[in-house]
């Protein structure tokens, strides 16, 4: 059996993500994380999907 080529390096995608998001809020306050994640949720990828499954709180 021939070994496949690895083409997409799940690990290495979080941890970019994580790095970028750590560079955006060092130094934030409790307060000000908390906003800079539901502007993500409301202004991300999946924000239509996730106004679907909170109803009411549009």
Known sequence: MKPRTKT???V??????????Y????GMTPGELVAYFHKRVEDG???ELWKT?????S
């Open 23 to 26: 560079e955006e809020t060092k």
């Open 45 to 47: 990828p999946f924000a």
């Open 12 to 21: 290495e995608m979080r941890r970019r993500a994580q790095e970028i998001i």
């Open 53 to 57: 499954l909170s109803p009411g709180e």
């Open 8 to 10: 997409f390096d799940c």
